[in-house]
């Protein structure tokens, strides 16, 4: 005899996928990172504006130059780290990925600066006339060796991570390469530390236009190309991602008009804005799906 069991929401015949609930029956929540997690985003900017104000007086006052290592390392990391944790607190994904998100800063960070600055030593020796578009290429490519390597390695594809990873390798990136023109504004201005603080405040506002965008926008295609069907369609749009990364970075380095570094802060942060709530929408929809999530074949 058939059963009608399976159409009161109960449990499916053997070795069929779940069955979804009946339309009108209330949906489990799903769950969420805790409070503290999905509001650290917000809560770092102040904290951190504060951590840099009592540095810089107290350096000023004690003139001890051993603290200025401190006060660089704040004003470049703390905006964005802002940006990275409301991208990966957001998820509802409650066992997270926190040590495979600071890896990924952190490695990414010191391959990539490395790297870009061999390769673009290199560069400019054999083919000056490239000049920043050369710039753009190896920057652009180097912050995703991290990341690159986490996709073709890791046996689990989890949604919403891509954008996530992406901006965490760009984070690493940008604070270490302001911290060096931070170093080298304070060398090259014989310790004005008021220049120094005109460096820091101008990178670390516009890094999550910068290198935090232009990084998550490629990671972000490079994970999405597991769910495209089409054969050829996902890496067309992650070489497609990666020339719009290429050229907002290309125009940026080579325009002085302010009019265009604001167009093009406001179309990375738009970017970025999108990416990231889709990323978030992926993790629920995944969180709410046990079928999604699954070792990738």
């Not at 890791?154 to 990873?165: E, Y």
Request: charged share 10%; aromatic share 6%; proline share 8%.
């Amino acid at each position: 005899m058939t059963s009608d069991f399976p159409l009161l929401g109960g449990a499916p015949e053997p070795g069929q996928p779940p069955l979804p609930p009946p339309a009108g029956r209330p949906q489990p929540s799903l769950p969420r990172r805790g409070w503290a997690v999905r509001s650290a985003g917000w809560i770092i900017v102040p904290i951190g504006v504060v951590a840099y104000l009592g540095v810089l007086n107290a350096m000023l006052a004690t003139q001890n130059p051993n603290l200025f290592p401190t006060l660089i390392l704040i004003g470049a990391l703390t905006v964005p780290l802002a940006v990275l944790l409301l991208a990966y607190g957001g998820g509802a994904r409650p066992e997270g990925h926190a040590g495979l998100v600071a890896m990924t800063a952190v490695a990414g960070g010191i391959i990539g600066t490395t790297s870009a600055a061999v390769l673009e030593y290199s560069a400019m020796r054999s083919l000056p006339a490239a000049g920043l578009l050369a710039v753009g290429l190896i920057e652009e490519a180097v912050k995703v060796i991290v990341p690159l390597a986490i996709f073709l390695v890791a046996r689990r594809h989890t949604p919403g991570m891509g954008v996530v990873l992406g901006i965490a390798s760009g984070t690493g990136f940008a604070v270490l390469e302001t911290m060096g023109y931070g170093f080298t504004t304070l060398l090259g201005s014989g310790g004005n530390v008021a220049a120094v603080d005109a460096t820091l405040l101008l990178r670390g506002l516009l890094s999550p236009a910068g290198h935090v965008a232009w990084t998550g926008l490629i990671v972000w295609a490079l994970w999405r190309t597991r769910d495209i069907p089409r054969p050829r369609a996902p890496w067309l749009t992650v070489t497609a991602s990666y020339a719009v990364a290429v050229i907002l970075h290309t125009a940026w380095d080579a325009s002085t008009a302010l009019w265009l570094h604001v167009v093009i802060a406001a179309a990375s942060v738009a970017i970025l804005a999108v990416l990231i709530g889709a990323s978030h929408r992926r993790a629920r929809v995944s969180a709410g799906n046990p079928t999604r999530g699954l070792p990738s074949h």
